[in-house]
């Protein structure tokens, strides 16, 4: 993921017609001077530094930390500062998809949240970094919202009658991430012990954290599912 | 538009039975009925409910072409060019087939050459050249 | 655009979607329209997205937002999941009425 901005080296992957495409429209663009090099290199500096474990620390630091559990709740934005994630940057207006508006979700033991875009794809990009390929899918976006608790246990989640599943579609310009409870087995953990468990798919709401699971043991995302369109 | 749920249900079923892979034939009919005008105009990307089946969720990285599309949408947007719910209208306004055809940010940068154009910033032809000699240039690179 | 627009709804107002006819652009989901929530938390007053979505911006109608919580079995004919469950999405002011206001 280091190398997705301009003057990409030499590879043996085929050429697609997207790419030709977008290089075309990037070309033209900076050309008219609509936007310069410079931004583009900026705006990819930022994105590639994106990471869901900004969100797996703000879950972590509120286990551990009430008061900042307390202000992450109470303004999601403003307490992102904290983990060094600043929703204005990288253009000083936030990214023109996702905006500046950031809501945490909690789970308690009666209420668990789950995060959906049915219209588009809406997605917390700058503390989760780039969405899931199947998050992004008309069949996840036409089902979550009606058949929660099976695309869940699909996931392998299952959950008990008297917890209400509330299913958030995020469909303006708020961003949502879910603060999944801490899992029993942590007592005595550390934040970085703790931050280790909550995977992407925990602060999406389509997982659950568990002490035996690290993010580390979740597949890492192969590039590519199909190289795009083959020519 | 349906009201009851068990219209709205009936009204989303046959909006899913349109994508390209199980769909009505339309052959531009010389009339059609009120109903189905109002499936055909329905918002394409107002899919929540259609019904579909289980399919695994796979991961995938960003390619190098969606990553720069994301950056180069973006950066249209940060400079003021256009607006990223432009980019979403503009996205429905591809058609059905092209909505669900093409990979999600190829739907991106499709509409981004798009807008261009529309704004007199470019002209197709010279969008056309810019391919051609874009892929020329990274043909030659790759050969 | 530079003034906050007053909430006409405040939290806990039982609100309907209104279920008009769209041709175009809108970012209010047709499972919700015709529907009766409550109203949970306002949001920032934002431009309406069926003209920001067309380039209006400086003329744009700047309203404030609303999430609106729903009962999953009122908005899905055989919903499958339990009483309990919810479903919470946004909807400008331009969307909403009061409850009972607009006849199914």
């Known amino acids: 993921m280091s190398t997705t901005h301009s003057h990409a080296p030499l590879k043996e992957s085929p050429l697609t017609e997207f790419e030709v495409l977008e290089l075309a429209v990037r070309e033209l663009a900076i050309e008219k001077g609509l936007f310069s090099a410079d931004d583009h290199r900026r705006f990819a500096e930022w994105a590639e530094s994106r990471t869901y474990t900004v969100g797996s620390r703000m879950v972590a630091r509120s286990w551990l930390d009430p008061a900042f559990k307390e202000r992450l709740l109470r303004d999601g934005t403003e307490t992102s500062k904290e983990v060094g994630v600043d929703w204005l940057q990288p253009t000083g207006q936030g990214t023109p998809s996702d905006y500046t508006y950031f809501y945490v979700l909690e789970n308690t033991p009666k209420l668990h949240n789950v995060i959906v875009c049915t219209l588009c794809s809406c997605y917390p990009r700058p503390v989760l970094g780039m969405s899931p390929d199947w998050y992004r899918t008309p069949n996840y976006r036409r089902r979550m919202v009606r058949w929660p608790r099976q695309v869940l246990a699909e996931f392998g989640l299952h959950l008990p009658p008297d917890v209400e599943v509330r299913v958030h579609d995020s469909n303006q310009k708020s961003r949502f991430m879910v603060m999944p409870m801490r899992p029993e087995g942590t007592e005595g953990w550390s934040e970085d012990q703790l931050a280790a468990i909550v995977t992407r798919d925990c602060l999406i709401g389509v997982a659950l954290p568990r002490a035996d699971v690290t993010a580390s043991q979740v597949p890492k995302q192969p590039k590519g599912r199909n190289g795009g369109n083959k020519r | ?143 | ?104």
Request: glycine share 8%; net charge negative.
């Open chain 3, 1 to 104: 655009m530079t003034t906050t627009p007053t909430p006409r709804f405040q939290v806990g107002d039982q609100v309907t979607v209104r279920d008009a006819t769209t041709m175009f652009h809108t970012r209010t989901q047709g499972y919700v329209r015709g529907h009766t929530g409550t109203v949970t938390e306002h949001r920032p007053a934002w431009i309406v997205p069926e003209d920001e979505a067309f380039g209006i911006i400086e003329n744009g109608r700047y309203t404030p937002f609303y999430v609106v919580r729903f009962k999953q079995t009122d908005l899905w004919p055989d919903y499958t999941g339990f009483e309990v469950d919810t479903l919470e999405t946004e909807c400008s002011e331009l969307w909403l009425e009061p409850a009972g206001k607009e006849k199914k």
């Open chain 2, 1 to 143: 538009m349906a009201s009851t749920p068990t219209q709205y249900d009936s009204f989303q079923r046959q909006a899913a039975n349109l994508t390209p892979a199980d769909r009505l034939p339309l052959d531009s009919p010389y009339e059609i009925s009120n109903e189905l005008y109002g499936l055909l105009r329905k918002v394409l990307h107002d899919l929540g409910g259609q019904p579909d089946t289980p399919v695994p969720f796979t991961e995938k990285g960003e390619e190098d072409w969606e990553m720069n599309t994301y950056l180069t949408c973006e950066c249209l947007g940060w400079r003021g060019v256009w607006n990223s719910e432009e980019r979403r209208r503009r996205e429905n306004d591809l058609g059905a087939t092209q909505y669900f055809g093409l990979p999600y940010y190829a739907r991106w940068i499709t509409t981004a050459a798009k807008a261009l154009v529309d704004r007199g910033l470019i002209t197709t032809d010279e969008l056309g050249r810019k391919m051609d000699e874009v892929r020329a240039r990274l043909e030659g690179q790759r050969s």
